[in-house]
Nanobody
Framework: QVQLVESAGGLVQPGGSLGLSCAAS????????MGWFRQAPGKERESVATITWIGGITNYAGSVQGRFTISRDIAKNTVYLQMNSLKPDDTAVYYC??????????WGQGTQVTVSS
C-alpha cells in the first residue's frame, strides 16, 4: 500500500507563485513516475506535469509550459511542483499521482489552489 501526502495549496494573486510537494510512503513499491493533475469545477481532470523516477524525464501540459516546474527528490520519494506566473485559469484542485512499476497507480487527496485577486 502506498500513501501520498500533499502539501497545502492556497490562495494566490494572479502573477504570483506557489509550490506544492507530495511525499510517498509505504512498503515494497517501486516508482515509475510521479506527477500532478488538476481538476477545475465542471471540467475533467487533466495532466499538468509528470516526471519519470529514472532519468527525470519531464512532460508538461502546454498551458503550463514555461511557468511550472516539476522536480523530484529520489531519496525522499517526493515530487515537487513550482508554479510561477499563476493565472486565474490555474485555479483547480491539484492531485498528486504516483505510477508504480507493478502495483498500479495511486492518488493524493487533492489540494485546492485558487488564483484570484
Amino acid at each position: 500500500q502506498v500513501q501520498l501526502v500533499e502539501s497545502a495549496g492556497g490562495l494566490v494573486q494572479p502573477g504570483g507563485s506557489l509550490g506544492l510537494s507530495c511525499a510517498a510512503s509505504g512498503s515494497a513499491f517501486s516508482i515509475y513516475a510521479m506527477g500532478w493533475f488538476r481538476q477545475a469545477p465542471g471540467k475533467e481532470r487533466e495532466s499538468v506535469a509528470t516526471i519519470t523516477w529514472i532519468g527525470g524525464i519531464t512532460n508538461y501540459a502546454g498551458s503550463v509550459q514555461g511557468r511550472f516546474t516539476i522536480s523530484r527528490d529520489i531519496a525522499k520519494n517526493t515530487v515537487y511542483l513550482q508554479m510561477n506566473s499563476l493565472k486565474p485559469d490555474d485555479t483547480a484542485v491539484y492531485y498528486c499521482n504516483l505510477q508504480t512499476l507493478l502495483q498500479g497507480a495511486y492518488w493524493g487527496q487533492g489540494t485546492q489552489v485558487t488564483v484570484s485577486s
